[in-house]
């Protein structure tokens, strides 16, 4: 049987996003890439030809429709790589902005699945990148921390509702990386708090044990490796990517 080609991938314009349609591409693979903006999409989709756009805000039951049309074979590999607008503690927060978290980083992820679901295949993956806060929250990451912690548990359900069809999922879990969003929230910061830039990034590295963060092209090569056959193994996984920020958990 000819192994499917097509790839889909949430968030596709974002730095994370970006990296991994690149690569994806790069292999030989169609990638549907579902974003937003259109002038982003345009722009990501000049650089290879494999590389489809596909506007839907997976914030929308409608984003399920706009996906599952463009869909025309089976799926090697579903990725929901979407970020948060909101941040805060829960002291400062606007309530609201938790379902707004959980309506993207949780319902977008469902309706990424309703989306592809039907072109699922046995060897098809199943990725979603949940930031570390879920495990791990911070006092100030309300909305990340809430949310994400719901993701672990929503990609738990869909490993026992999936795995025996042969479908595997899989969830990267890495600490801050170095992205131009997180770039801006350090300046924003050294903005707000009149502390150097260069000190936030110190306090961001000295949380690791490798003393730097890990980058996109980390992130892309570990997406990659799942494509392997052998990621199978990996089913209803979590993969620490944090350059050791963690240290209670395994």
């Not at 074979?73 to 941040?87: D, H, K, Q």
């Not at 949780?106 to 570390?132: C, E, Q, W, Y």
């Not at 110190?202 to 730097?212: E, H, S």
């Amino acid at each position: 049987m000819t192994t499917p080609d097509l790839c889909v991938v949430v968030g596709a314009t974002g730095a994370m996003g970006t990296e991994i349609t690149l690569r994806l591409a790069r292999r030989g693979l169609r990638v549907l890439a579902v974003a937003r903006n259109p002038d982003d999409l345009e722009k990501l989709a000049a650089a290879d030809e494999r590389i489809i756009p596909c506007r839907a805000d997976i914030a929308d039951d409608s984003a399920i429709e706009a996906i599952s049309a463009r869909v025309d074979s089976p799926v090697r590999m579903a990725l929901f790589a979407a970020g948060l607008p909101v941040r805060g503690s829960a002291d400062t927060i606007p309530p609201g902005d938790l379902a707004v978290a959980a309506n993207i980083k949780v319902g977008g992820l469902v309706r990424l699945l309703h989306s592809v679901r039907d072109h699922l295949v046995d060897g098809s993956r199943f990725v979603t990148i949940a930031g570390s806060l879920g495990l791990e929250p911070g006092p100030l990451d309300a909305a990340p921390g809430t949310a994400n912690a719901a993701v672990f548990n929503l990609m738990r359900q869909l490993s026992a509702l999936y795995g025996p069809r042969g479908v595997t999922t899989h969830t990267i879990a890495p600490g801050p990386v170095d992205t131009p969003r997180l770039r801006a929230f350090v300046e924003t910061e050294s903005a707000e708090t009149g502390r150097d830039p260069e000190q936030i990034w110190d306090r961001y590295r000295a949380k690791t044990t490798l003393g730097r963060l890990p980058t996109l092209q980390e992130i892309g090569w570990i997406v990659e490796t799942l494509l392997a056959p052998e990621a199978a193994v990996l089913h209803g996984s979590v993969i620490n990517v944090d350059a050791g920020t963690r240290h209670g958990i395994h």
